[in-house]
């Protein structure tokens, strides 16, 4: 069982590594996945559905505030403020540099950019969604292997 352990960890560390090199995800995911050993062995796969779920919502909340006239670029602010503190302390490079676009027009007060920049998150999202999935199923299975 601790070869399986062992081979699954490794499967891990090379999906990780996969997605800093395509820029997905960068150092400070290393940092929380090793916070895992001083907290608990769930950790990482209990972090990371709260992140998705977190992302999830603001994006909702960016899209409805976006579709609300006149729009509110004050509570826009905000919530990119808030996508790009929890994307940036997860480690998602990808989806942190893809609300900058999103930040650009709401200082820009561009209704229209605000639209692609938010459709540009969706898209990032997506692609971490599917490889944070891959990540916590792995974190699970490696967590239930005694040894």
């Keep these: 069982m601790a070869a399986n352990r062992e081979a699954l960890n ?4 090379q999906i990780v590594s996969s997605l800093k090199e395509q820029g997905i995800l960068d150092h400070q995911f290393e940092i929380v996945h090793s ?5 608990s062995p769930f950790f990482l796969a209990e972090i990371l559905p709260l992140f998705c779920q977190d992302v999830q919502t603001t994006l909702r909340d960016l899209s409805r ?4 006239e006149p729009v509110n670029y ?3 602010e905000e919530l990119y403020f808030k996508l790009r503190g ?3 302390s997860i480690g998602a490079r990808r989806l942190a540099l893809a609300c ?6 709401v200082g820009n ?6 639209g692609l920049a938010l459709n540009g998150l969706r898209h990032e999202y997506k692609t ?3 490889s944070l999935d891959r990540i916590v199923e792995l974190e699970r299975r490696i967590v239930s292997h005694k040894g």
């Design 86 to 88: 929890c994307t940036s």
């Design 35 to 39: 916070l895992k050993e001083a907290n």
């Design 10 to 13: 490794k499967q891990l560390q």
């Design 109 to 114: 007060k561009n209704k229209d950019r605000c």
């Design 100 to 105: 900058l676009k999103l930040y650009q027009a």
């Design 128 to 130: 971490l969604r599917s």
């Design 74 to 76: 004050y509570d826009m």
């Design 65 to 68: 505030t976006l579709e609300k």
